[in-house]
């Protein structure tokens, strides 16, 4: 069965840190391109961090630039987004999305894992 299911979202201080992860099933996650995205309530869904098909191409939303990394394991199928130094502003719906190459490219999206910075 395909899916992408998450974990690591929570309640966490503002300057605290967190990592979800997003471990796949019957998707080529370790070398199709993926990224992490998030939803705020209110907004519009936003690109957080990407990883192309090497480990190398990473880009970050300027907002959380030198904050978070994005990384995979291929030998667990899985990514992972690190996040330090956390804000308010981080607070949202956060999901995993793969990009995956059959007879045409199709976005595979994980259920949503959700990460809220408070006192």
């Known amino acids: 069965q395909v899916q992408l299911v998450e974990s690591g979202g929570g309640l966490v201080q503002p300057g605290g840190s967190l990592r979800l992860s997003c471990i796949a099933s019957?998707?080529?996650?370790?070398?199709?391109?993926v990224s992490w995205y998030r939803q705020a309530p209110g907004k519009e869904r936003e690109l957080v961090a990407h990883m192309g098909c090497t480990d190398d191409a990473t880009s970050y939303a300027d907002s959380v630039k030198g904050r978070f990394t994005i990384s995979r394991d291929k030998t667990k199928n899985a990514m992972y987004l690190l996040m330090n130094s956390l804000k308010s502003e981080d607070t949202a719906v956060y999901f995993c999305n793969v990009y995956v190459f059959a007879t045409e490219w199709v976005d595979y999206w994980g259920q949503g894992t959700q990460v809220t910075v408070s006192t």
């Open positions: 019957e998707l080529p996650l370790s070398t199709s391109p």
